[in-house]
């Protein structure tokens, strides 16, 4: 097993679902973000999805975009969130899942980047612009490196393509749960409960939910019928209320916590 379907499957044994904060890496500036991951680990999160900045992140709401743009300006490039992705795995003893999209990956070089990867203990990556079909290559790469290539799929993946996404699958399935792009929310009227039962039925992998999980509400409804959620733009919107890193600190340490008690309301956490 990879260390991500080691933790991912411990988790789901104990019981225990866990909140993933999606952060830019190197937003709002690389000393606040890196500050923001003892939050993250005080908060009880065992996993972090650090984003790569790119110029076009096409998956991505404008909240995250423009956190991308600020990250990309200060000078984080791929190289630098890969090192900041050893040091977060070293000091907070987080697992790291790195989001980034192809271009970067490929000007790096896949054998480079899954070295890379490997050498900064990275977990898990996500690829949103990688097609299944294309993505043989670059998961083989990662899985002899020991890490797992995560698959998404949407309300939209039909029964066919969950099963092919099924047999490649590693680490845990990301549900997206709605067919926009992130921070779009979740609707009341929607029909999460039965497309996360459809990818349950389909899949044994533990299934996290993401793409506009904001509030504990939201959180408590994925944890009635998913095994995770996973949040960004509702974090980084809390981040950017505040000047002073330390109250973004705090804040976003308070918000956290409040989530992980909602997606785990009978852990006394």
């Given at each position: 097993m990879t260390r991500l379907a080691d933790l991912t499957s411990a988790l789901r044994a104990r019981g225990v679902k866990p909140l993933v904060p999606f952060l830019t890496a190197g937003y709002p500036d690389e000393a606040t973000f890196l500050g923001?991951?003892?939050?993250?680990?005080?908060?009880?999160?065992?996993?972090?999805?650090?984003?790569?900045?790119?110029?076009?992140?096409?998956?991505?709401?404008?909240?995250i975009q423009a956190s991308s743009q600020r990250a990309l300006a200060g000078g984080m490039t791929l190289t630098r969130t890969l090192e900041l992705a050893a040091m977060v795995r070293a000091e907070h003893d987080l697992a790291v899942v790195l989001m980034g999209y192809l271009n970067p990956i490929l000007?790096?070089?896949?054998?480079?980047?899954?070295?890379?990867?490997?050498?900064?203990a990275v977990a898990g990556v996500l690829v949103p612009d990688l097609p299944l079909e294309e993505a043989g290559g670059l998961r083989d790469l990662l899985?002899?490196?020991?890490?797992?290539?995560?698959?998404?799929?949407?309300?939209?993946?039909?029964?066919?393509?969950?099963?092919?996404?099924?047999?490649?699958?590693?680490?845990?399935?990301?549900?997206v749960s709605t067919t926009g792009v992130t921070g779009s929310g979740v609707n009341k009227g929607d029909d999460l409960e039965s497309y996360v039962a459809r990818v349950r039925r389909a899949n044994p992998l533990p299934l996290y939910v993401?793409?506009?999980?904001?509030?504990?509400?939201?959180?408590?409804?994925?944890?009635?019928?998913?095994?995770?959620?996973?949040?960004?733009?509702?974090?980084?919107?809390?981040?950017d209320q505040y000047d002073d890193p330390a109250a973004a600190n705090a804040a976003a340490e308070q918000y956290l916590a409040a989530m992980t008690v909602a997606l785990?309301?009978?852990?006394?956490?």
């Open positions: 923001l991951m003892g939050a993250v680990k005080r908060a009880g999160c065992p996993l972090v999805e650090m984003g790569i900045p790119f110029s076009d992140p096409v998956a991505d709401g404008p909240v000007h790096l070089g896949p054998d480079r980047f899954a070295t890379a990867c490997r050498e900064a899985l002899q490196a020991g890490v797992d290539l995560i698959d998404l799929v949407a309300p939209t993946t039909d029964q066919d393509r969950l099963e092919h996404h099924t047999a490649a699958a590693g680490g845990f399935m990301y549900l993401g793409f506009g999980i904001s509030t504990p509400d939201d959180a408590a409804r994925v944890a009635a019928c998913a095994d995770g959620a996973v949040v960004g733009s509702a974090l980084i919107r809390l981040i785990n309301p009978d852990k006394g956490q």
